[in-house]
């Protein structure tokens, strides 16, 4: 099915950048008008996955050339769930950004920059193209090394350097695989490489292949051993900045290897066996970092890398079960993530500080705001009924049917940890009485007027109702996530959506 | 840079290559040339006016910073792919006149994209250029 609605995710976010750049000094409208878009961008994307749930996938092919020789933009269940997720992350965080983003850093392009930022996202999401996923992943790169670096200190020149050169190399290494594909095939459609592909019948070179891919998209999704680029630079930029990486940038690497994973290469013993060592390592890894680290922004920095190891487990596995544990928890963790770097811009609002040891008696102050940051952290961490509970009872079951006792082990030391470094967080920041000596810092919160406050409390408030619904609707989530996972496993009907109108004109 | 040979050539090579740049924009779609290299050729006659007149001047001459070319380009490329949505096509789909016009040949929707990077490319190679000789400037 042709639809145009389709582009509207990416195209809106250019047209609005370009708006916004017209108005590049005046920081006020700036504002209004990318809050403006952003809602719409929510509800267009609800409208869309909507549609793809009701009516399966829809694709456009662009400038009308026909599937395996042009571009083609595809929309299943997948991509238009991931595009949602972007658009709430996208909506909270530019309201957020509209009082937590100085107006210096405003007046250096911050706004066009963001949408840049999450046009690129959405056109990772919905193109059906190798090649163009490779541009969107430039275009990705670019605007996040800017919105990085703006401001221009010193750490955050040095956290750049590390992000850029990083994802160079992935990019490099993600370019070197599509041109092997390409030579071996002849193609970059998607859905054509699933079928050519599966034909090729030296599977050695295959799997070499989709080890470059892996490496790739293990870059950009820091999993171990290519993660140290991430908790060397997500704590450097200001929290609005950081929300966006911490809840999207590695999920896309994510949502890669899951694409490329089940449709083109589909995972074979060695394959597998590589992704759960590697989802194990990530996980272990993870959460060791996590502990010894005493700020929060680096706590939450390591805490993404050993939570993808969740997902990359999922892939790992393979089986249906698995990917949808995988599935629900990246809908669950884009939610959490983002929303965890909102509250610790909140906290460094009030307190001055992120380090763990100088804050402390935030539930004095404030009690309410406590109980609702409560919530994203236990979210977080997957007490029962919270978000991050219900994929791993997916996880474990594939785990057990599949008598991969390492992973199981790894989840349970991953979760177990999490559990303790938010206990930790807890105690530190909400509850233990405010450390004496230190120069007391002004409650910058405390002196914003209503308005402010609002604008920063909201996007917290909305996300948290997300994730809890995410917690306490699981049943529709899951639904979601198992329907999503048979399009995975069984990816005929995105090839035939692609490929199967196909009609060469002499 | 003053001599007074690239001074009074640059005085003619300003709307010669210009002009020059305005034909590759135009052959640009069947053979090469284009908005990219249009739009360079159209930079590069700016930057020789800088070398042989001073930053300065060449600022006098553009009346408006180059920068503001780059969302004009931007927003003339998204639209001409937004055309063919209004009569039904994918978005980006090449819809074009049935008759050539004189001089500019065949117009459609992809000339008007060639336009908006021409203006894009103008404004980014001048805004970068001006930037870098305006710091260097300073330190001198």
Redesign the interface.
């Given at each position: 099915m042709?639809d145009?609605h389709i582009?509207l995710p990416v195209?809106t976010h250019?047209?609005t950048?370009?708006?916004l750049?017209?108005f590049?000094k005046k920081t006020r409208i700036s504002r209004i008008i990318s809050v403006v878009a952003n809602s719409i961008l929510v509800i267009s994307s609800f409208v869309l996955f909507t549609r793809t749930w009701n009516a399966g996938v829809f694709t456009?092919?662009?400038?009308?050339w026909p599937a395996p020789f042009g571009i083609t933009f595809v929309a299943d269940v997948f991509s238009s769930t991931m595009v949602l997720l972007t658009s709430l992350s996208g909506m909270a965080v530019s309201m957020y950004s509209a009082v937590g983003v100085s107006k210096a850093r405003m007046k250096f392009g911050y706004f066009p920059l963001l949408h840049f930022l999450l046009m690129g996202l959405n056109g990772a999401f919905l193109t059906g193209d190798i090649f163009n996923l490779y541009v969107w992943f430039e275009i990705i790169i670019i605007s996040s090394f800017v919105l990085m670096t703006l401001g221009g200190r010193k750490p955050q020149i040095e956290g750049g350097i590390k992000y850029v050169a990083a994802n160079l190399m992935a990019s490099v290494i993600f370019l070197t695989g599509i041109a092997i594909l390409y030579g071996l095939t002849g193609s970059l459609n998607m859905a054509d490489l699933s079928r050519k592909v599966a034909l090729i019948p030296n599977r050695h070179l295959i799997n070499i292949t989709a080890l470059l891919f892996l490496v790739g998209f293990g870059i950009k999704s820091a999993v171990f051993p290519l993660f140290l680029w991430l908790p060397s630079s997500y704590h450097t930029p200001p929290s609005a900045i950081a929300a966006v990486f911490g809840g999207l940038l590695t999920k896309v690497g994510v949502y890669a290897l899951l694409r490329v994973f089940t449709l083109i290469f589909v995972p074979d013993d060695f394959i597998a066996f590589t992704l759960m060592a590697v989802a194990t390592a990530t996980l272990l890894t993870g959460a060791f970092g996590a502990i010894i680290q005493k700020d929060i922004r680096r706590i939450l920095s390591y805490l993404i890398v050993c939570h993808v190891g969740y997902m990359v487990a999922g892939l790992g596995l393979f089986t249906e079960t698995a990917l949808t544990g995988s599935l629900f928890y990246l809908i669950h963790d884009i939610m959490v993530k983002t929303n965890l770097f909102l509250v610790s811009g909140l906290i460094y609002k009030i307190k001055g500080t992120i380090k763990l040891e100088q804050a402390g008696s935030l539930y004095a102050a404030y009690p309410k705001l406590s109980l609702l940051m409560a919530l994203v952290l236990f979210s977080m961490v997957g007490v029962p009924p919270l978000s991050g509970f219900w994929p791993k009872i997916y996880l474990f079951q594939a785990a057990f049917a599949a008598h991969s006792y390492t992973v199981i082990g790894a989840i349970i030391v991953a979760s177990f940890f999490t559990l303790y470094i938010t206990a930790k967080l807890w105690a530190e920041v909400f509850w233990k009485d405010a450390p004496t000596g230190v120069a007391r810092h002004s409650d910058l919160y405390n002196r914003m007027n209503h308005y402010g406050k609002a604008l920063l409390v909201t996007p917290v408030i909305l996300l948290a109702i997300v994730t809890l619904y995410i917690g306490l609707g699981a049943e529709n989530i899951a639904r979601v996530s198992v329907h999503i996972a048979q399009e995975l496993m069984d990816p005929s009907p995105y090839i035939n959506a692609v490929l199967g109108e196909v009609v060469l004109e002499p | 840079m003053k001599t007074i040979i690239l001074k009074t050539a640059s005085r003619y090579l300003l709307p010669l290559l210009l002009l020059f740049s305005v034909f590759i924009l135009l052959r640009g779609h069947y053979l090469p040339g284009g908005g990219f290299v249009g739009g360079l050729v159209a930079a590069i006659s700016f930057v020789l006016h800088a070398f042989a007149n001073g930053l300065s001047n060449t600022r006098l001459l553009l009346k408006y910073h180059p920068?503001i070319l780059?969302?004009i380009g931007?927003?003339l490329s998204?639209l001409s792919?937004?055309v063919?949505?209004l009569f039904g096509?994918?978005?980006?789909?090449?819809l074009w006149f049935p008759e050539p016009l004189p001089v500019i040949g065949m117009v459609g929707s992809a000339l008007f994209f060639d336009i908006g990077v021409y203006f894009v490319v103008i404004g980014v190679t001048l805004t970068i250029l001006f930037t870098i000789s305006e710091t260097t400037q300073l330190e001198e």
């Open positions: 042709t145009n582009v195209i250019l047209f950048a370009v708006v750049i017209f590049w456009m092919q662009a400038g009308n | 920068r780059i969302p931007l927003g998204l792919g937004f063919p949505m096509e994918p978005f980006m789909k090449g």
